[in-house]
């Protein structure tokens, strides 16, 4: 911040070396699990991409068959959300399978003449498909957390087709909240602070630079074909399998070795089922292979590593000296050594399962982590303040000259340069090209008004607690932004405990009965989370536009049509699976197709601060304060020690949110899936790198979307009678369960 000139917004490029550049990227790569020969060395991510002269397309970026397109697509991606939501507790981007399948789409239109759908197609409007699917893949979030958790709770009567109205109008209030609100956060972190705090976006990034390779010339055009295949492959064979699955689970997709071990020792193994009562069992889930395939080894051995600790170790542990209780999964007396130890249904009035107690050190971890990770960049922290206030005061100065008045105060302040870091670019986009002020400021406060009236009138919340809740939402889409542009994890569940931890503290001892609080708590917590959610989202798909020149008031409205249809369509998916499997509001159903691990997280954090009845057990609470300050500490000897030539060793350090999330999960199956995942990536990349490059992400994004669309598939039949419970058959599962 030694100066305050900026540099022209020149584009990346490869003719230019700079040896401390390089290491920058190297390490950044490293950290994102991105192999360093898959990106030119000395391409420097924080520039526009320079793109080759023959695929420049001047034409209007936003067009009709970009945005179908890209709504389309979304669509399949929400709609695979909510089902990988309910049954995990994970949501997973549109953006690289909007890319990757909307280049195959359009790039077969454009070779027509036909109008609309025809004409030339570059990577500008490429990334305009990303960005209309990112906005209709969103806002699911919340239908697999804090709305749920009011039917099992019985903080909201009824069922969702009957309340759909006010669902809709929620889903309204945090989609166009994030939307606008996020708008202003563009050129601050896209520009202005990303050199200095490493904001490299990974998932972001490597869309652009796919979106770049696929329009370079013939040659990307023969990789883009390759991608696409892949990624089709891949989709229709998990789409295949998981809907196949449903008739013979536990064959197809439910592993349960230690169940199979059992029965062929005629019962009598009562240790192999003891073993399988702390989920230790395979699932064949494309989607969470898929997911490992990305997230690299640290992150995978961090999972599963938390896994093993959480469910091999403090556990059983607990169990034995009896701090915690499993309760027995069927009455047949054959399986009487089969246990649940992840049980959140009646507390307060029994002792606590192990899952309860493990849910507040990994609550813990998570919040210290993200505000460790946020507060040791103090210094831009305050630049950023300081950036804010110098705008402010130029806008209320220029408001004030307009109407023939006068402040010395804001006039001396608008005059007053912050100094910024001499790294900082120009923006490249002109101002013709930005979103205006009045367009997503009055969005912005339309917005909040609407809030404060449909809250009051259908949720029972007063005004000033909705102002808390978007206050919330602000700060946490800062904190979620800023590590998730780091980590590519974005640390949404740390948000929302924390949103929901400070409700606790608002609505005690103000005259809502415990019901009532829980509501409030609910549905303020999934205003600031859906708010942070999609904010981050769609920070991170400024991104992609950044480094490929696209306009940015484009990507705004391809971004604002998808969201308008995400409204209407989650809410219906929703209606749609709990019609299916009306399990998912029940929290006492011993045996559901769908666990709802943030669902009943939610639930017990809202029954803990609202009933005084719940409370944290005492050694959770301590171990949980001891993890914390352990936590902070490896974020600061991180950041402070570990610089210069002991930056190396940054990779050898566990990752504290990775391990924190098994602690959360209900069971080891997710973490083993994604482990899995990340062992066929590392060979593959041993193996072949250059083939692991060209189809290693579109099948990841392939197993995903595919197994998603196959659990809607899926609903479809339940609904329709024709479903796997009835037809299929459950050889292989634990008592017939699985």
Not at 123 to 148: D, K, L, R, Y
Not at 455 to 461: I, N, P, V, Y
Not at 511 to 532: C, E
Request: hydrophobic letters at 50%; proline letters at 4%.
């Amino acid at each position: 911040m030694a100066s305050t000139e900026t540099r022209p917004a020149d584009v990346a490029d490869p003719e230019v070396k700079t040896a401390t550049l390089e290491k920058e990227i190297n390490e950044k790569v490293d950290a994102i699990d991105i192999d360093v020969q898959s990106i030119e060395p000395d391409l420097d991510l924080y520039v526009p991409l320079k793109m080759d002269g023959g695929i420049v397309d001047h034409r209007n970026p936003l067009t009709i068959r970009a945005v179908l397109v890209g709504i389309i697509l979304g669509c399949l991606v929400n709609a695979s959300n909510l089902y990988l939501g309910l049954k995990t507790g994970f949501t997973f981007a549109a953006s690289m399978f909007g890319a990757i399948f909307g280049y195959g789409i359009i790039k077969l239109c454009s070779k027509t003449n036909l109008p609309i759908i025809g004409g030339s197609f570059g990577p500008q409007e490429n990334s305009i498909i990303q960005a209309a699917a990112t906005g209709a893949g969103g806002i699911s979030g919340i239908f697999v957390a804090g709305i749920p958790a009011m039917y099992q709770l019985g903080a909201e009567q009824g069922n969702p087709k009957d309340d759909f109205g006010a669902i809709l109008t929620i889903t309204l209030v945090c989609s166009f909240f994030g939307l606008f609100f996020v708008t202003p956060l563009r050129k601050f972190f896209i520009i202005q602070v990303a050199r200095e705090l490493k904001l490299l976006f990974p998932t972001a990034t490597a869309v652009a630079l796919t979106i770049r390779s696929m329009h370079a010339g013939a040659a990307g055009a023969k990789d883009a074909l390759s991608k696409l295949k892949a990624l089709s492959l891949a989709f229709a064979l998990a789409l295949v399998q998981r809907v196949a699955s449903y008739y013979a689970v536990g064959i197809l997709y439910d592993w349960h070795v230690f169940t199979w071990i059992f029965i062929w020792s005629d019962f009598s193994a009562t240790t192999a089922m003891t073993i399988e009562s702390w989920g230790w069992w395979f699932e064949w889930t494309p989607a969470f292979i898929g997911s490992g395939m990305l997230i690299g080894m640290n992150s995978a051995l961090s999972l599963f590593g938390g896994a093993f600790i959480a469910w091999a170790i403090i556990g059983p542990v607990l169990v034995h000296y009896g701090t915690c209780v499993g309760v027995q999964q069927v009455d047949d007396p054959k399986w009487a050594s089969w246990y649940s130890y992840a049980s959140l249904s009646n507390l307060g009035h029994s002792t606590p399962s192990p899952r309860y107690w493990l849910l507040w050190p990994g609550v813990m971890i998570m919040v210290c982590t993200s505000m460790a990770e946020l507060f040791v960049q103090y210094k831009v922290i305050g630049y950023a303040g300081k950036v804010v206030w110098q705008k402010a005061c130029a806008n209320i100065n220029d408001i004030l000259v307009k109407h023939g008045k006068s402040s010395n105060y804001f006039a001396s302040r608008a005059a007053r340069e912050v100094k910024a870091n001499e790294n900082i670019i120009e923006d490249p986009a002109s101002p013709q090209d930005q979103v205006s002020l009045w367009m997503w400021a009055t969005g912005l406060v339309v917005t909040i008004a609407a809030a404060m009236v449909i809250f009051a009138l259908q949720w029972g919340m007063n005004p000033g607690l909705t102002i808390l809740a978007c206050l919330l939402g602000f700060m946490f889409s800062f904190l979620a932004i800023q590590i998730g542009a780091v980590t590519d994890q974005t640390p949404l569940t740390a948000a929302s405990k924390a949103s929901q931890l400070i409700f606790g503290a608002a609505t005690k001892n103000s005259g809502f009965s415990i019901k009532d609080a829980q509501r409030v708590n609910l549905v303020a917590g999934g205003l600031a989370s859906g708010g942070a959610d999609v904010a981050s989202s769609l920070t991170a798909d400024f991104r992609t536009g950044f480094l490929l020149g696209t306009p940015p008031i484009k990507q705004w409205y391809a971004q604002g049509l998808g969201t308008m249809i995400s409204i209407f369509l989650a809410p219906g998916m929703f209606v749609l699976f709990t019609s299916a499997y009306p399990c998912i509001l029940d929290a006492d159903a011993k045996h559901c197709a769908f666990a709802v691990p943030s669902v009943a997280a939610w639930a017990a954090v809202a029954q803990a601060v609202t009933d005084p009845a719940v409370s944290i057990p005492l050694t959770s609470g301590i171990f949980s304060i001891v993890m914390g300050v352990f936590c902070i500490g490896q974020v600061v000897f991180r950041h402070f020690y570990l610089v210069g030539e002991r930056e190396k060793y940054r990779e050898y350090l566990p990752n504290w949110g990775a391990i924190a999330l098994s602690f959360v999960l209900p069971n080891p199956v997710f973490t083993t899936a994604a482990m899995f995942g990340a062992i066929v990536a590392w060979i593959w990349r041993k193996w072949k790198l250059q083939s692991f490059d060209l189809y290693g992400y579109a099948v990841a994004a392939g197993f995903i979307a595919g197994e998603g669309l196959g659990g809607v598939v899926g609903a479809i039949l339940q609904i329709a009678g024709v479903s796997g419970d009835i037809l299929g058959t459950s050889v292989g599962c634990p008592a017939g369960y699985c």
